[in-house]
């Protein structure tokens, strides 16, 4: 062997990329003066593709798999330099590794509210946020639609591009389909899809491709959100009245329970002490010439303790099977108790009671039971 076929053993260029990143897309393999030697080994992994640039023009696109950089494995780069297959010097291009592997939990969501026309709410505003993978699909067509010259290009420089085409396409399926909000959560798989789909073209115009699109949340404004839940809640309370009726028998109850009397007890007798003052006014005679008498002397008034609040007459509950209903006043049990609605196993509730408790073990309740028969002795044994 001869010092030059050493030396030119030696030398042969060995061409690869390991990404010690989690974001980069596109490296170019960097070499000084672009130079690279006849017969180079080109290393490309799985996960990667290697794009070569000759003279600003894109030449061949190598796919994973270990290449001896001859003219028979160039075709395009022997093409645009026209070599012959005795050709062995050097030869400049540039070579760039791209990542073709996924990018994933990468985050989307609507900066503002999207306007749409809800078939129950009217118009409103929604929110949305998800996430999504994207990988390179086309590499030589990302390298000239995205990276240009690009020496290290990474997701970020994309991610907000994306994240724009995704929520436009969102906002456009979203206000078009007539899906009502309160239906978008159990229905969020297949917008995900139908999204995706309109995404897809867009993307595939730069090379890539989207093979995952995830809608985590669509949410109303707060101030819809809080009205919602105002009528969520009337409709678990059901009839309207009663509970009005119910939240005023609270209300006395928790003031009747304050040792002191509260300042429901305190505002009922200031109330019923002005309108005693008034209605004494009012009917007091009237002096001979049409006036009034002369106020008497002043007498030391007694100290007038005021009245104590009205009694609170108790609502009830009745569960029955698992099912609770009322409030029922004691008139309406004991209509229920003399029509058989209400029995003495029945279970009951009141505000101030420990848990639910049988009818018969109520002393207010029991009561309703004595002007009915006791339950029927069991059959004797025949």
Same mark, same amino acid.
């Given at each position: 062997?001869?010092?030059?076929?050493?030396?030119?053993?030696?030398?042969?260029?060995?061409?690869?990329?390991?990404?010690?990143?989690?974001?980069?897309?596109?490296?170019?393999?960097?070499?000084?003066?672009?130079?690279?030697?006849?017969?180079?080994?080109?290393?490309?992994?799985?996960?990667?593709?290697?794009?070569?640039?000759?003279?600003?023009?894109?030449?061949?696109?190598?796919?994973?798999?270990?290449?001896?950089?001859?003219?028979?494995?160039?075709?395009?780069?022997?093409?645009?330099?026209?070599?012959?297959?005795?050709?062995?010097?050097?030869?400049?291009?540039?070579?760039?590794?791209?990542?073709?592997?996924?990018?994933?939990?990468?985050?989307?969501?609507?900066?503002?509210?999207?306007?749409?026309?809800?078939?129950?709410?009217? @118009?409103?505003?929604?929110?949305?946020?998800?996430?999504?993978?994207?990988?390179?699909?086309?590499?030589?067509?990302?390298?000239?639609?995205?990276?240009?010259?690009?020496?290290?290009?990474?997701?970020?420089?994309?991610?907000?591009?994306?994240?724009?085409?995704?929520?436009?396409?969102?906002?456009?399926?979203?206000?078009?389909?007539?899906?009502?909000?309160?239906?978008?959560?159990?229905?969020?798989?297949?917008?995900?899809?139908?999204?995706?789909?309109?995404?897809?073209?867009?993307?595939?115009?730069?090379?890539?491709?989207?093979?995952?699109?995830?809608?985590?949340?669509?949410?109303?404004?707060?101030?819809?959100?809080?009205?919602?839940?105002?009528?969520?809640?009337?409709?678990?309370?059901?009839?309207?009245?009663?509970?009005?009726?119910?939240?005023?028998?609270?209300?006395?109850?928790?003031?009747?329970?304050?040792?002191?009397?509260?300042?429901?007890?305190?505002?009922?007798?200031?109330?019923?002490?002005?309108?005693?003052?008034?209605?004494?006014?009012?009917?007091?005679?009237?002096?001979?010439?049409?006036?009034?008498?002369?106020?008497?002397?002043?007498?030391?008034?007694?100290?007038?303790?005021?009245?104590?609040?009205?009694?609170?007459?108790?609502?009830?509950?009745?569960?029955?099977?698992?099912?609770?209903?009322?409030?029922?006043?004691?008139?309406?049990?004991?209509?229920?108790?003399?029509?058989?609605?209400?029995?003495?196993?029945?279970?009951?509730?009141?505000?101030?009671?420990?848990?639910?408790?049988?009818?018969?073990?109520?002393?207010?309740?029991?009561?309703?039971?004595?002007?009915?028969?006791?339950?029927?002795? @069991?059959?004797?044994?025949?």
């Amino acid at each position: 062997m001869g010092i030059f076929d050493f030396l030119s053993g030696q030398f042969i260029d060995v061409i690869h990329w390991v990404d010690d990143s989690r974001d980069t897309m596109v490296w170019r393999f960097e070499r000084e003066g672009h130079e690279i030697k006849y017969g180079a080994k080109l290393t490309v992994r799985e996960g990667q593709s290697a794009v070569f640039v000759h003279e600003g023009q894109l030449a061949d696109v190598f796919t994973p798999g270990l290449y001896m950089l001859e003219t028979n494995n160039m075709p395009v780069m022997t093409t645009l330099q026209h070599w012959d297959h005795g050709f062995r010097s050097p030869f400049k291009s540039e070579i760039y590794f791209v990542n073709t592997t996924r990018f994933n939990n990468l985050k989307w969501g609507t900066k503002n509210p999207i306007m749409l026309r809800d078939p129950e709410f009217g @118009p409103t505003r929604i929110r949305a946020y998800g996430t999504y993978t994207v990988r390179v699909k086309e590499p030589a067509r990302f390298l000239v639609e995205i990276v240009g010259t690009d020496g290290e290009f990474t997701m970020d420089e994309i991610s907000y591009q994306i994240r724009n085409i995704i929520v436009q396409e969102f906002s456009r399926v979203i206000a078009g389909s007539g899906i009502p909000v309160l239906d978008m959560a159990a229905n969020t798989a297949d917008l995900g899809k139908l999204i995706a789909a309109e995404v897809s073209p867009v993307l595939d115009g730069y090379g890539l491709e989207m093979p995952e699109f995830y809608i985590e949340n669509i949410s109303l404004p707060p101030a819809v959100e809080a009205a919602l839940d105002k009528r969520t809640s009337m409709g678990l309370a059901g009839d309207l009245g009663k509970f009005t009726q119910y939240s005023a028998a609270e209300a006395m109850t928790a003031a009747a329970q304050n040792p002191a009397g509260g300042g429901m007890a305190a505002g009922l007798g200031a109330g019923m002490g002005m309108a005693m003052a008034q209605s004494m006014a009012a009917g007091q005679p009237a002096g001979p010439w049409g006036s009034r008498p002369a106020p008497a002397a002043p007498q030391p008034a007694a100290p007038v303790a005021p009245p104590p609040p009205p009694p609170v007459e108790h609502v009830w509950h009745i569960a029955e099977d698992g099912v609770t209903s009322g409030p029922f006043s004691k008139a309406r049990m004991g209509r229920m108790a003399a029509e058989g609605g209400l029995k003495r196993e029945t279970h009951v509730w009141t505000p101030g009671q420990d848990g639910w408790m049988r009818a018969e073990d109520v002393a207010e309740l029991a009561q309703l039971f004595t002007i009915l028969p006791p339950p029927p002795p @069991p059959p004797a044994a025949g």
